[in-house]
């Protein structure tokens, strides 16, 4: 009897090692998890502290040496030589139309063409796919080699600079972005979303519309922002298509000023005045872009 109950004892022995040895084993594991796990999350939160000191000491830059130009005379006069008191008025409007006319010209064909290539451009369509690889390439291209396109199309055949050209430069420059974007905000719809549709006896064009759409309607408003973003910052497309003017203009057809163009030729100025009108129309065009993406994410929040 004594042989049996000294060999249960030794496997209850080993067993209870064993099971310790896993415990330990286990624990040294979890242990390495949970450092690894706060180590990835520090980085991860000094990154964005560092992401957002960069963007308060922009913001800072431009409130500081900005703010002391915003008046009423700044918001109302045209552009004027140094000294004359002149303001930004005849930049803001240029801007206002040609970024809003590039909006409306870039956002359907944008919109219509990621919904094509998600919806009907799937894998094994050669039109879809070359559609892809021209808005990749045209999302990559340099800005100023749109502008030099846009200049051989609708500058130098007729002979004169116009605010139209200039429009049609930043659209080309929107475009890829809004059909990308749409493309991708789409495909993140789920499929069971799609056949629910179906099952209910919708057409594909209502499916797509008033659920994909609808569902994915906040990543492709924020496409849609981020077009917005890039055509309200650039000035190489400009200076080859509007040019810029000094004088107020609502005339499409001829040079148009805009904010980019003023930032641009008054940033290396030797005269302050000219230099403060730099700073502030920066601290618009960024405040500008601010309100609209507040204003969207709000309005698609209801």
């Known amino acids: 009897m004594r042989a049996p109950m000294k060999q249960a004892v030794a496997v209850h022995e080993l ?170 905000m789409l495909r993140l719809v789920p499929t069971a979303m799609r056949e629910s549709g179906a099952a209910l006896g919708a057409a594909r064009w209502r499916v797509t519309l008033f659920l994909c759409l609808r569902s994915a309607r906040k990543g492709v408003m924020t496409g849609v922002l981020l077009a917005l973003a890039r055509m309200g910052g650039e000035t190489a497309p400009l200076l080859f298509t509007s040019l810029g003017n000094q004088i107020m203009s609502l005339n499409m057809n001829k040079p148009m000023a805009s904010l980019p163009i003023a930032i641009y030729q008054y940033a290396g100025a030797s005269y302050d005045d000219w230099v403060q009108l730099a700073w502030t129309g920066a601290l618009l065009v960024t405040f500008g872009v601010l309100l609209i993406n507040i204003t969207v994410r709000l309005a698609s929040r209801r």
């Open 15 to 184: 067993g209870s090692n064993v099971a310790q040895r896993d415990r330990w084993s286990l624990g040294r594991k979890a242990l390495r998890r949970r450092i690894v796990d706060y180590l990835a999350t520090g980085a991860s939160i000094a990154a964005a502290g560092v992401l957002l000191l960069v963007l308060a000491s922009i913001l800072w830059s431009l409130l500081s040496r900005g703010l002391a130009g915003v008046s009423w005379a700044t918001l109302t006069r045209p552009m004027g030589p140094p000294g004359s008191g002149g303001g930004l008025a005849n930049a803001i409007i240029g801007s206002i139309l040609q970024t809003g006319l590039a909006l409306l010209m870039a956002a359907p064909v944008g919109l219509m063409c990621g919904i094509y290539l998600s919806e009907y451009g799937r894998k094994g369509n050669y039109f879809a796919s070359t559609v892809r690889f021209v808005a990749d390439v045209l999302m990559s291209a340099p800005s100023i080699l749109i502008g030099l396109f846009i200049y051989q199309l609708l500058v130098a055949p007729f002979g004169h600079f116009s605010g139209f050209s200039g429009a049609v430069a930043l659209a080309v420059l929107a475009l890829p972005v809004i059909v990308r974007t749409t493309e991708d």
